[in-house]
C-alpha cells in the first residue's frame, strides 16, 4: 500500500469511528396531521434544528427564454416575506440567530433553515412565510438581477467556469439539462415579477416537496410546526420529473472559447451514470483509481506528480436521472495541453486493457468506505443527503447500505467499468485560452 493512501485511509477510519453518532442514527419517516411526509433524524448533540424543503423547479423545468428563472426565484425568497421587507425579513432571523437560505440547481429548489430548538416556533413561522408569501418587491428584483447579471459577466473572465458553462451544452444540445441555470443577459432582463410569481405559484406546493428534518427535536412538535408553516401552499399536481427525458450525451463536439490567459484550461465531458444503476458503486470505485483523486489516482500521480505538467487534474461522474455526464478536467500551460492530453490517453488505454493492481484496487475500496461518515458528520451534510435520498427514491436504508454496496464491487468489475465508460471517441473537447491550448485535439490519432 502506497504511504499516502495508508496514512488517508487510517486518518479516514480514525474519523469514521469518531463519526458513528450520525452514522449510526436512524432516520424516521412520519405523515403530519396535515398530510405532509416527513423525514426526521433525530440528534441530541446540539440544541438546533435544520430543515430543508426541497421542491423540483430546478433549471431543467425552465421555460424557453425564460432561463435562469428557477435561481432567480429561489434569490429572492429571502428578500422579504409577508409583511416584512428585505431588511426586516433579515433581521427577524437575526433576532432569533437563525439561518435562512435558497438555492436552485438543475432539478430543485430548496429551502434551508438552521435554528435554535428553543426558537423552533417562531423561526417555523418565518420559514413558512418565504416558502407562502414572498414578497418579490421592485427594489430586491433589481437588486437580484444586477447581481445574476454580474456573476454572468464573472463566468466570462474565469477560464474554469467558461469551460463548465460551456461544458453541457456540448453535451446535451437542446435538452434541458444543457440549461446551467445560470441564464444569459437577455434572458435574465426579460424575466419580471408576474415571472417569479407564476414560477413561484407553480412550483412551491405540497406536492412537490419532499421534507427533510435533522435535529434537537421530537415527531410531535415538528408535525403540528410544518404543517402551520406550509399548510397554505398549494396542493399542487405531484412531484415533477416524469415529463424530463433521460440525459442522453450526443455526437462528441470540440467547443473553444479564447481568453488571454497564459494556460488553457481543458474539459473532456462524456456519457456518465445515474446513481440508481446497479454498478454505480463499482464506477464510483474505477473512477477513484482513474481520476477520483489528484494525489493518490493514476492521472494525479502520472500527469501531476511524475510530469508537473498540471496542478489539480481529477475526473468525476455527475449523476442525473436516468443517466448522467463524466467530466474530466485539468488547466496547464498552453504549450502543455497537447502533452496533457496524450498522458490521458495512455492513462485510458492502461486502465482499460490492464487489469487495476490488487494494492490499487483494496486501497481505493477502503478510502470509499471509510471516508464515507464524514459525509454524514454533521446536520447540514445528513440534511442534504436525506433530501437526496427521497428525490432519487434511494431508500431510507442508503446511509448503512452504500458502504457495504462498496465493499461488494468485484476486482473485475474495475476493467468493466473503465471498458464500458472510459470510451475516448465519445468525449467532446472543451478549451479556454489562447494560441496553441486551442489547437488541441481529441481524441487523439492511434500511434502506429
Known amino acids: ?15 469514521a469511528t469518531m463519526s458513528q453518532p450520525h452514522a449510526a442514527a436512524k432516520i424516521q419517516e412520519f405523515t403530519t396531521p396535515g398530510g405532509l411526509k416527513v423525514w426526521f433524524l433525530a440528534s441530541r448533540n446540539l440544541p438546533m434544528l435544520s430543515v430543508e424543503l426541497n421542491f423540483r423547479a430546478g433549471s431543467a423545468f425552465e421555460p424557453a427564454g425564460k432561463e435562469g428563472l428557477a435561481q432567480f426565484t429561489a434569490s429572492l425568497l429571502d428578500e ?23 438555492s436552485a440547481d438543475t432539478l430543485n429548489l430548496s429551502l434551508n433553515l438552521t435554528t435554535l430548538t428553543q426558537h423552533q416556533d417562531r423561526a417555523f413561522e418565518l420559514l413558512g412565510l418565504a416558502a407562502r408569501e414572498p414578497r418579490f418587491d421592485d427594489e430586491a428584483l433589481g437588486r437580484i438581477r444586477n447581481q445574476l447579471q454580474a456573476n454572468l459577466k464573472h463566468i466570462e473572465e474565469d477560464p474554469a467556469a467558461l469551460a463548465g458553462r460551456a461544458l453541457r451544452p456540448a453535451l446535451f444540445g437542446n435538452q434541458p439539462w444543457a440549461n446551467d441555470g445560470d441564464g444569459t443577459a437577455a434572458t435574465l432582463a426579460a424575466i419580471g415579477r408576474k415571472d417569479v410569481q407564476a414560477w413561484h405559484l407553480a412550483n412551491l ?29 398549494p396542493k399542487g399536481a405531484g412531484r415533477r420529473g416524469a415529463e424530463l427525458s433521460k440525459p442522453v450525451v450526443g455526437t462528441p463536439v470540440k467547443v473553444t472559447k479564447t481568453l488571454a490567459v497564459p494556460q488553457g484550461t481543458v474539459l473532456l465531458g462524456w456519457q456518465g451514470m445515474a446513481r440508481s444503476h446497479p454498478d454505480y458503486p463499482a464506477m464510483m470505485l474505477m473512477n477513484e483509481i ?19 505538467l498540471v496542478y489539480d487534474i481529477r475526473s468525476r461522474n455527475t449523476p442525473l436521472p436516468g443517466g448522467g455526464y463524466y467530466v474530466l478536467s485539468f488547466a496547464t500551460d498552453a504549450t502543455k495541453v497537447a502533452k496533457a492530453l496524450s498522458l490521458i490517453d495512455e492513462n485510458i488505454t492502461k486502465i482499460r486493457t490492464v487489469p487495476v493492481s490488487a494494492e490499487e484496487f483494496a486501497d481505493a475500496q477502503a478510502f470509499l468506505i471509510d471516508s464515507w461518515p464524514l459525509r454524514l458528520d454533521s446536520n447540514a451534510k445528513l440534511l442534504g ?11 431510507m436504508d442508503y446511509l448503512e447500505t452504500w ?11 474495475i476493467q468493466r467499468m473503465a471498458q464500458q465508460l472510459l470510451t475516448p471517441e465519445t468525449m467532446s473537447l472543451i478549451v479556454v485560452g489562447q494560441g496553441e491550448a486551442l489547437q488541441a485535439r481529441w481524441p487523439l490519432p492511434p500511434t502506429e
Open 1 to 15: 500500500m502506497h504511504l499516502l493512501a495508508a496514512l488517508m485511509v487510517f486518518v479516514f477510519g480514525s474519523l
Open 80 to 102: 422579504g416575506a409577508g409583511p416584512y421587507q428585505a431588511t426586516a425579513f433579515k433581521e427577524e432571523l437575526e433576532a432569533i440567530g437563525a439561518r435562512f437560505g435558497a
Open 205 to 233: 406546493t405540497r406536492s412537490n416537496v419532499v421534507i427533510s428534518v435533522v435535529g434537537d427535536s421530537d415527531i410531535a412538535t415538528l408535525g403540528p410546526l410544518l404543517d402551520s408553516a406550509l399548510a397554505d401552499l
Open 385 to 395: 443527503m436525506m433530501s437526496l435520498m427521497q428525490s432519487e427514491g434511494l431508500g
Open 403 to 413: 458502504p457495504k454496496r462498496l465493499a461488494q464491487v468485484k476486482f473485475a468489475d
Open 290 to 308: 482513474f481520476g477520483g483523486g489528484v494525489l493518490t489516482s493514476r492521472l494525479g500521480l502520472d500527469v501531476r506528480e511524475k510530469h508537473g
